[in-house]
């Protein structure tokens, strides 16, 4: 619980405008924003530290983003950090047709299956997409980030045309339902990620073990 005395009215107003949650915030002690700070912030899934060293700008901007920042000064540090640690629910989807996985985020899964199999919008030019995984999460943009880049080898891309106009579908890759999985056990056990509400419908699964496909990166000059 935040020890309210430290807080500023203006800072309390501050928290309650951007829907800061509390589970979010994290008492620095009087510390400026150190490594070991950011590292303990990281571990424990907060990202705005209160009761920091103040702001050169403001003595009474006591707040700070895990990147070192002043969210009073710049509110558009907090509106990126706080998109990382927002509720959602991490999916794998799989084509048996385009032989490809997609691991996306969405806040319903329901709407987002009927939204990748629709004639007129399905996406990656394929229709028969069906959700084999999903689970809930606290801090969905930053899981979402995390698990891309644990599968980077297997990233592609297609391209398909949506509503008459040229698109690029992302995240995907060309690999098993196995290695997805792999990664997200990855995600709790290594990186300490905690997934609530998991539906993994594994009957499913033997279908969508493709061959894990490492995708060819450009070489830079």
Not at 16 to 21: A, D, E, G, L
Not at 156 to 183: D, H, V
Not at 212 to 217: D, P
Request: net charge neutral; hydrophobic share 35%.
């Amino acid at each position: 619980m935040i020890s309210k005395h430290l807080l500023t009215t203006e800072q309390e107003d501050f928290i309650k405008k951007y829907k800061i949650s509390e589970e979010l915030l994290f008492d620095a002690e009087g510390e400026g924003m150190t490594d070991e700070l950011k590292q303990t912030m990281s571990e424990n899934n907060k990202v705005i530290a209160y009761n920091a060293k103040a702001c050169p700008k403001d003595a009474d901007h006591t707040l700070k983003t895990t990147g070192g920042h002043c969210p009073q000064c710049d509110t558009t540090k907090v509106t990126l950090v706080l998109k990382d640690h927002k509720p959602g629910f991490l999916y794998v989807a799989g084509s048996r047709k385009g032989k490809v996985i997609k691991v996306g985020s969405t806040n319903d899964t329901k709407d987002r299956v009927k939204a990748l199999n629709v004639t007129l919008t399905m996406f990656s030019g394929y229709d028969d997409w069906e959700i084999l995984y999903e689970a809930k999460t606290i801090a969905i943009g930053r899981i979402d980030k995390l698990i891309q880049s644990k599968l980077e080898d297997y990233k592609t891309s297609i391209q398909f045309f949506k509503s008459g106009k040229l698109q690029i579908a992302t995240e995907l890759y060309l690999c098993s339902y196995n290695k997805i999985k792999e990664a997200i056990v990855e995600l709790q056990e290594v990186d300490g990620v905690k997934f609530t509400l998991v539906n993994e419908r594994r009957h499913l699964t033997t279908d969508y073990q493709f061959k894990n496909l490492k995708v060819s990166k450009p070489v830079e000059a």
